[in-house]
DNA sequence: CATTGCGGCTTACTTTGTAAAGGGCGCCGC
DNA sequence: GCGGCGCCCTTTACAAAGTAAGCCGCAATG
């Protein structure tokens, strides 16, 4: 008896949250469609009924789903604490998911995530930022270098990962910090990057 | 007869030359073993003599190669412009491959990369920085990120691409940016990231 | 001249992405 | 109730990739 019914449908949201967990969990390597398809309790190819594009779709969801932040303008009075709003919410979104960084920091933004960056341009412009635009941008280039860099840090396994857990072994040279430490420098290279763009 | 002797002997230089070639030209994607050999005019199986742990080697290679810069400290009177120079070298390097900076900026440091960035730190705590470790990691931050940044912009494929060729077309939101227009939001960011770190 | 070992080749197996076609199940109009 | 339709999922199949195992030629060495 083959071709039997899955318990819960399977769906785009389903998806990308199975993607995700077993990118985080194995690495970017191990993500393959069988596999995915295991974790959904379906066959591979079911998934391309619903990313009509196979991986290639897959990875810009993904993409897509970590880079896409929200901020709500009303708790920020000054475009210093809008800032540091979209900086802390893009660093939280890119933590949560270290597996998928590398599709992150590489692929263009699209769909949500294009206009989540847009928005956060506005955002600035309209708190009283002058050159919004190039706040943005040097905005975004930070934290993305920070969360990258963190990464990195906690020896995380990478793209071509070797296929270990995600708690490889620390560095020989320089001890895994904690998460306090990495904040704390977070914070700090922002706080310089604010300082530095007052001074237009 | 099988068993031809190539006519240029193979060595890891050459190896990693083509594999940059490659990566570069056609996306990381398509930078395959067998693709890597018939570059250097070798059988795939070759290449596993001069990297024993094959792709996995490769890869670490390829980052290592791309994030290991060198900068003359004599050239530069005060930390800042010590600062602005370790900045731009490590912007050329990584820029001049696109194709791998997603390993690069995943992948932590290792052997003349890590040690790049050792000597990052010492020199510009040599010319007067306090907290030359902070400074350090926001700098390594914001050039990474800066790359990224220019990449996605340039809309280029990434490490999942179609396979397309490098050159790809540009967003329909934004339009492709000069190198004079990257190069001048690059340094603006540098000076404000500069302004604020000089504030301790 | 026989030996040894480096360096490349051949073969073969496993895993992956994905095209193509098949099949069950629910829902529709009648 | 029922015949058919269409949606989702499965099956099957194939090309391409990573890489383990083992072969073999060539050159230097004794």
């Not at 998934?47 to 993409?63: N, Q, T, W």
């Not at 979104?93 to 995530?113: F, I, M, S, Y």
Request: net charge negative.
């Amino acid at each position: 008896m083959p071709a039997k019914r899955p318990p819960v449908p399977l769906s785009r949201e389903r998806i990308i949250e199975a993607a995700l967990h077993i990118a985080d969990g194995q690495g970017l390597r191990r993500l393959t469609m069988r596999r995915l398809g295991d974790a959904l309790q379906v066959e591979a190819m079911a998934i391309y009924h619903h990313l009509p594009r196979g991986k290639e779709a897959l990875m810009d969801a993904l993409a897509e789903h970590v880079t896409t932040v929200t901020v709500d303008p009303s708790g920020s009075a000054t475009w210093q604490e809008l800032a540091r709003a979209w900086a802390r919410a893009g660093r939280a979104a890119l933590l949560e998911h270290p597996g998928v960084l590398a599709l992150a920091l590489t692929k263009p933004p699209q769909g949500t995530a294009l206009i989540a960056v847009r928005e956060q341009g506005e955002q600035l412009a309209a708190s009283g930022l002058g050159d919004s635009t190039q706040a943005v941008r040097s905005l975004r280039a930070y934290v993305m270098g920070s969360v990258a860099v963190e990464i990195q840090r906690s020896g995380w396994a990478g793209p071509a990962g070797d296929g270990e857990e995600p708690g490889a072994p620390p560095l020989p040279g320089s001890r895994t910090e904690s998460e306090q430490e990495a904040v704390a420098a977070f914070e700090r290279g922002l706080e310089a990057l604010l300082r530095g763009l007052a001074e237009t």
